[in-house]
């Protein structure tokens, strides 16, 4: 594990705690404080221990550090969304241009993140064909994350508006993870 790793696992794990500050702030109170120390600690020990596996299986590294790049960039999504709502708040269905317009600042963050962290690819020959395969997956993940986040917010529960649209907004960016880790890996980063 190089000192980059450690330094953007830490990054990734402290962005990640300002959602987890949103959404469990009412319930931990004096204690919120615990998010910015605990989550960089455990990136940090989780890419550590994906480090180890990864020494055999490659695929375990780059799942970790995907899924820390993947937090990162969700932190901008997030926080683009709640930007726009801030901004304007909309009906539900309004919210599905918030959320596009999100998805794509978080999508920007994520390329580069995980071009030259995840993927570890360095070459700039062949970057347009690159570009064009990320974005056509990107593509794919948007119209995941966007229809899975529209069935989400439509599910009832116990929780005001604004707080299940959040849960939903981070519920569909897991959707599409998935998705997006198989084609960067195998269509857009492959070595």
Known sequence: MTKRDIIFSAVCGFGVAFIAL????????KYSWIFFVALPVLSV?????????????LFVRQAAKFSLAGGFADVFDVKAFQFLFWLM????????????????VGTFVKYFSD?????????????????????MVAIGGALINIVSFYFFVRIKT?????????????????????????????LVFKK
């Open 158 to 186: 116990g929780l005001s508006l604004r707080e299940w649209q959040e849960i939903s907004n981070i519920l569909a960016a897991l959707t599409a993870a998935v998705w997006n880790f198989c084609g960067y890996k195998f």
């Open 89 to 104: 708040p909309v009906s539900t269905e309004l919210t599905l241009i918030y959320k596009t317009i999100s998805f794509l």
């Open 115 to 135: 071009k030259y962290w995840t993927f570890e690819k360095r070459e700039l020959a062949g970057a347009p064909k690159e570009m064009a395969k990320f974005f």
């Open 22 to 29: 949103d959404l469990f702030q009412k319930y931990t109170g």
């Open 45 to 57: 020990f989780g890419l550590w221990l994906a480090d180890l596996i990864g020494k055999r299986f």
